[in-house]
Nanobody, 116 residues
Framework: QVQFVESGGGLVQPGGSLRLSCAAS????????MGWYRQAPGQQRELVAD????????NYAGSVKGRFTISRDNSKNTVYLQMNSLKPEDTAVYYC?????????WGQGTQVTVSS
């Protein structure tokens, strides 16, 4: 079974940038639409961005459009999320999964905290 391992989170000041990575075990990732999701304390998990299997089409939540960029490298079985102009409201645990997500494939996530 494929597993997703997220990394790259951390503490950053407002206006800063982070690049998240999602590494998948196995090589099936290349066949699927992938998404980045986030869950803030006390809130439901939400879709932040998704990307088609070839990397030629992307979609973004309105709250991150123009600031975040999703990309993928199928040769490395990895999906990325470049986050710029970060805001305190971007603070959350970030996860990757298929889009639509499959319950058994949630990883541990990576914590992003935006604070001065």
């Amino acid at each position: 079974q494929v597993q997703f391992v997220e990394s790259g989170g951390g503490l950053v000041q407002p206006g800063g940038s982070l690049r998240l990575s999602c590494a998948a075990s196995g090589s099936i990732l290349r066949f699927y639409v992938m998404g980045w999701y986030r869950q803030a304390p006390g809130q439901q998990r939400e879709l932040v961005a998704d990307i088609n299997s070839s990397g030629t089409a992307t979609n973004y939540a309105g709250s991150v459009k123009g600031r975040f960029t999703i990309s993928r490298d199928n040769s490395k079985n990895t999906v990325y999320l470049q986050m710029n102009s970060l805001k305190p409201e971007d603070t959350a645990v970030y996860y990757c999964n298929f889009q639509p997500p499959i319950r058994g494939y949630w990883g541990q996530g990576t914590q992003v905290t935006v604070s001065s």
